[in-house]
């Protein structure tokens, strides 16, 4: 990933740290080490730096990611103004699709699911709010790739790659750049198990009266409920009327 100058090199270690307890479910010192190919004494100085701060915790000789990011993620979350408008339409898509209904934003260059609501038939999933994802692979992140200027897409590729999830994945450039032109006239997004199989997803971008957007709102299932009609015209009326909702009441209110 590129970087900028005057960096610290502590920083990112401990940061990679924190990610590697997560990737790792929690883990010993050792585990740490290997997985990140660092010295014990390091990561354990890390480590112990972390704990006392408040930001991991250890039990059992297994460290693990604390609350105190909850209490970051959830600061920040409460300070954007999309949030508290796409929630309440978000549970109001669950509730009429009976499915699962999820708003993201874009952040350094990935998808990040900010609130989700399941209806009566949602099945689980891996998402949650905090959630990251690469763009090229849900109709949520096609839909904000397909309202970003082109430079910002390359970057953005450039960045995270294309990498395969599925067998359907996009993984050519110019192929996905093809489907985000055609996301642009259409005004919302598909994904056909791109991301995991045997489920689809519909999105449809929120873009208030600046022109530029802020969030994607989706609706998911499985392939066994989230086809013909209901895949291609039900489901993105519903998306793009809460979108309208939403655009409506960041603009005006």
Do not use: W
């Not at 960045?159 to 489907?179: F, V």
């Not at 005004?187 to 045997?198: I, N, P, T």
């Not at 209901?230 to 009326?237: A, G, K, L, Q, S």
């Amino acid at each position: 990933m590129p970087t900028e100058g005057n960096t610290i090199t502590a920083t990112r270690t401990s940061l990679r740290i924190v990610e590697a307890l997560k990737r790792l479910d929690g883990a010993g010192v050792t585990a740490v080490a290997n997985d990140l190919d660092m010295t014990k004494s390091t990561v354990h100085n890390h480590l112990r730096t972390l704990k006392e701060e408040g930001y991991i915790t250890k039990e059992n000789n297994v460290y693990r990611v604390g609350l105190r990011f909850l209490e970051l993620g959830e600061y920040k979350r409460n300070r954007m103004d999309i949030y508290k408008k796409a929630r309440p339409e978000v549970t109001s898509l669950a509730e009429k699709t009976g499915e699962m209904a999820n708003a993201a934003v874009e952040e350094h260059g990935k998808g990040v699911y900010i609130t989700r609501a399941e209806g009566t038939e949602a099945v689980t999933v891996d998402t949650y709010a905090g959630k990251r994802v690469n763009l090229h692979c849900t109709a949520l992140g096609k839909t904000i790739l397909a309202e970003l200027p082109e430079q910002r897409v390359d970057d953005i590729i450039d960045t995270h790659g294309l990498p395969a999830r599925t067998e359907n994945t996009i993984t050519d450039r110019e192929g996905l750049k093809s489907e985000l032109a055609e996301i642009r006239k259409q005004g919302y997004a598909y994904d056909r198990e791109e991301r995991l199989s045997g489920l689809r997803c519909v999105a449809a971008p929120v873009v208030p009266e600046e022109g530029e957007i802020v969030a994607a709102l989706s609706v998911s299932g499985p392939t066994t409920r989230i086809k013909g009609d209901r895949f291609h015209n039900d489901i993105p009326e519903l998306l793009r009327s809460a979108a309208n909702v939403i655009e409506i009441n960041l603009t005006y209110s």
